[in-house]
């Protein structure tokens, strides 16, 4: 998902208004996008044994 917040002006040039629901701020797009796709659990796993690896590597070499 891509989240773009664009400025009131900017956006009335190139689209009609946006529906009134929080205030029209933040435009949301369902369109791929390149890049790597990865789940959202993936990356909360992965960052969960990142967390690990730090806390074992501080317990057996401790500074």
Same mark, same amino acid.
């Given at each position: *998902?891509? &989240?773009?917040?664009v ?7 190139? %689209?009609?208004? *946006?529906? +009134?629901?929080? =205030? ?5 797009? %369902? %369109?791929?996008?390149k @890049? #790597?796709? $990865?789940?959202?659990?993936? &990356? &909360?796993? =992965? @960052? =969960?044994? $990142? #967390? =690990? $690896?730090?806390? $074992? +590597?501080?317990g057996?070499?401790? #500074?």
């Amino acid at each position: *998902m891509y &989240v773009e917040v664009v400025s009131g002006s900017r956006r009335r040039r190139r %689209e009609a208004p *946006m529906p +009134a629901t929080g =205030a029209g701020l933040l435009r949301f797009f %369902e %369109e791929e996008t390149k @890049g #790597i796709k $990865l789940r959202p659990q993936i &990356v &909360v796993l =992965a @960052g =969960a044994l $990142l #967390i =690990a $690896l730090v806390l $074992l +590597a501080r317990g057996f070499f401790p #500074i």
